[in-house]
């Protein structure tokens, strides 16, 4: 599995008697140094944009259901406002994981109330600190245009 590439990495399940077992195989997680979980008690939050040249980031929707975007940075002091976002609809229902590699920013909201993401990084809180870059949320994506 490429590690640089924006990209949903899917897995999938496995039931009997005993109920059913979620698995994502080609989600290789040896560079992993932290997670965290973020909820959003409502589907108004836009978080967004938060950006990494060295960190990717892997989300699992855990509750509900996420729009997440992601965007490749052209120039960090002074991105083009007509860069690309591209959009993944993450549903706690799917196993699969969104990763966003180094050298993009990423923004989301929720579909739902009290959504939830699982969110994995490649890098420890102390060297993330300094490589966190944050641009204005209406840049890129109209993200009025997804409030249900
Ligand atoms: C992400 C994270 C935050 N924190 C603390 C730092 C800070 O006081 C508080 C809020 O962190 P932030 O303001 O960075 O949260 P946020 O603005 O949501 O940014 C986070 O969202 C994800 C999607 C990213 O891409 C990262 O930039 C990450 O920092 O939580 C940790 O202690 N450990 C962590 O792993």
Same mark, same amino acid.
């Given at each position: 599995?490429?590690?640089?590439?924006?990209?949903?990495?899917?897995?999938?399940?496995?039931?009997?008697?005993?109920?059913?077992?979620?698995?994502?195989?080609?989600?290789?997680?040896?560079?992993?140094?932290?997670?965290?979980?973020?909820?959003?008690?409502?589907?108004?939050?836009?978080?967004?944009?938060?950006?990494?040249?060295?960190?990717?980031?892997?989300?699992?929707?855990?509750?509900?259901?996420?729009?997440?975007?992601? =965007?490749?940075? &052209?120039?960090?002091?002074?991105?083009? /406002?007509?860069? +690309?976002?591209?959009?993944?609809?993450?549903?706690?229902? $799917?196993?699969?994981?969104?990763?966003?590699?180094?050298?993009?920013?990423?923004?989301?909201?929720?579909?739902?109330?009290?959504?939830?993401?699982? =969110?994995?990084? &490649?890098?420890?809180?102390?060297?993330? /600190?300094?490589? +966190?870059?944050?641009?204005?949320?209406?840049?890129?994506? $109209?993200?009025?245009?997804?409030?249900?």
């Amino acid at each position: 599995m490429d590690n640089k590439k924006l990209q949903l990495i899917k897995g999938n399940e496995h039931t009997d008697h005993r109920g059913t077992l979620c698995f994502i195989n080609d989600f290789n997680m040896s560079s992993i140094k932290r997670m965290y979980t973020i909820t959003h008690p409502s589907t108004s939050i836009v978080r967004a944009w938060q950006a990494h040249k060295m960190e990717s980031k892997y989300f699992k929707c855990i509750k509900g259901r996420f729009l997440i975007a992601a =965007v490749a940075i &052209d120039n960090w002091e002074n991105p083009s /406002k007509k860069l +690309q976002a591209k959009t993944f609809m993450l549903d706690a229902k $799917n196993t699969e994981v969104l990763q966003i590699p180094a050298g993009y920013a990423n923004g989301f909201k929720a579909l739902d109330a009290d959504a939830q993401l699982l =969110v994995f990084s &490649d890098k420890g809180l102390e060297s993330a /600190k300094n490589d +966190q870059f944050r641009f204005d949320e209406n840049l890129w994506m $109209n993200w009025k245009e997804y409030i249900n």
